[in-house]
């Protein structure tokens, strides 16, 4: 299994630019979510979906939007770039069973800079 | 939902048990405490978690108090390689996990 895979790695953009970071995984997971992480603080939950077709907003959701489709995408869009949106940002997935709903894995990260 | 409260940092030697604390005083009775660490800044990394009793995996060790107002997750031969944050968090039942500022833990040889 490659787990959860987030895709770029890095971006630069300008303010006002669109883009989609993607994240897919490949064990099966119900529950999906994305994080942000600004420089030495903790992580922000944005969006978050407990299936295919239902998502719902976190505790930073303004900027953003999501989609989930299928049960292995879970698609972050950033519709109007701005410099407060640089940030590192995580996607995470569970399974969403009992006690272990809890125990999150996460993607790598996707280093995105807003210019 | 519950919220946690860690101290900002520590330090440890390497080769010594490292003692984390984490108070949860609002937790409630079906609610599971969860640690995570992340390393320098690399995806948070799923610990342990427990409701009651203590538990112990080839990570580490948390012990929750009999009230559950607290908990201390226990690394019992800290490496450098343990140097991290450590986030410890309660679910609430939306199933939104929250990480705050977490516990900043320096190993040092």
């Known amino acids: 299994n490659a787990g959860v895979t987030q895709t770029p790695k890095f971006r630069i953009l300008k303010i006002g630019q669109s883009m989609t970071l993607q994240c897919t995984q490949d064990m099966n997971h119900n529950y999906m979510y994305w994080y942000r992480q600004d420089p030495g603080m903790g992580l922000k939950l944005i969006y978050y979906?407990?299936?295919?077709?239902?998502?719902d907003k976190g505790e930073v959701p303004n900027g953003y939007n999501v989609s989930r489709s299928t049960t292995e995408d879970f698609p972050l869009r950033l519709e109007l770039a701005a410099p407060s949106q640089t940030s590192v940002y995580f996607c995470a997935s569970t399974l969403g069973q009992g006690a272990r709903t809890g125990e999150l894995f996460f993607g790598e990260g996707s280093r995105l800079t807003v210019l | 939902d519950a919220k946690t409260t860690q101290p900002t940092s520590m330090d440890c030697a390497e080769g010594r048990a490292a003692n984390l604390p984490c108070n949860h005083s609002?937790?409630?009775?079906?609610?599971?405490v969860y640690w995570y660490r992340q390393i320098h800044s690399q995806g948070p990394q799923y610990i342990i978690h427990g409701l009651k009793n203590n538990e112990t995996n080839e990570m580490a060790s948390l012990i929750i108090t009999e009230d559950r107002k607290s908990s201390t997750l226990i690394l019992p031969h800290a490496t450098l390689r343990d140097t991290a944050v450590y986030y410890c968090i309660v679910r609430d039942n939306d199933y939104k996990l929250s990480f705050g500022a977490g516990t900043t833990v320096t190993v040092r040889a």
């Open positions: 979906s407990v299936g295919a077709g239902i998502t």
């Open positions: 609002t937790i409630s009775g079906n609610e599971y």
